[in-house]
């Protein structure tokens, strides 16, 4: 997939984490619990070696269950690691972890004689992982401006969530890292990368093709397809035919088929599905 990357846009996006890394306690990375891989940044043990991080499996509503558990087992060996559903979940446990992970901290103020003071942490991650939304399960109120496409927060804004912690939010930045043609398809299935930068009935067949080889019945369920299956085209064709994606004249619109089964994947209408195995890491 050919995806256009910007050197300068990145080499700000590290010079702001810097910045904001002299006024921080701590990191909350921000991962998709679908694809922990593709949505880790890359650079972050290197940017942020001296402070303590805790890991997010957000949107864990979406995942498999049993793949957030293994991931939950793996990550969790090298960061204090939560599975979190930022539109449900009780925050406390996201509290306590933060207070644990302040703790020596505040232990180390007040040895110098100065007083306990709000932890204040950076969260960070790539585009449309659930930063905003977390933040605001945690303050309980809707204060950050969030939506359903990459790009939404453009600027920093710090938030006081409760007695005793402020959060930063910051926009989502991308890394370009795509050794893999797959992590860039990835997120372009789980909607980290903006629909405007690739070729939407591309990326749609190859979520097919992923979803044929590894959960063969769902397709077939959700839009009542005859056996035996055509190729990842006629799929797109079929689910066109039958939900009215048409253009005038009768014909299948492949571009609105494709939104279609892009978004009833993403929202999780089609199941619930991990992208990638602790195997991989
Ligand atoms: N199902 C589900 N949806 C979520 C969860 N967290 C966030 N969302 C949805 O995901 C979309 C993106 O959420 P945001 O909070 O705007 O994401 P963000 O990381 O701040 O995005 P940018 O500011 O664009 O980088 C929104 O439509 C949210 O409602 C979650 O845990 N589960
Ligand atoms: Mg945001």
Known sequence: MNVQWYPGHMVKAEKKIKENLSLIDLVIEIRDARAPLATANPRLDELASNKPRLVILNKADL???EATSQWYETLNKSFLTIAFDSLSSNPRKVYDAINKLAEPI???????????????TMVIGVPN???SSFINRLAKRSAMKTGQKPGVTRGQQWLRVS???ELLDTPGVLWPK???EETGLILAWIGCISDHVFDVLEVVLSLIKWLLANSPGTLVERYDLSLPLGDPLDIVKVVGTKRGCLLQGGKVDYEKAAYLLLGEFRSGKLGNFTLETPASV
């Open 178 to 180: 795509f050794e893999k």
């Open 129 to 131: 992982v659930g930063k």
């Open 163 to 165: 007695k005793g912690i």
């Open 63 to 65: 995942a498999d269950e």
């Open 106 to 120: 505040q232990k180390k103020r007040e040895q110098k004689g100065l007083r306990r003071r709000s932890v204040r």
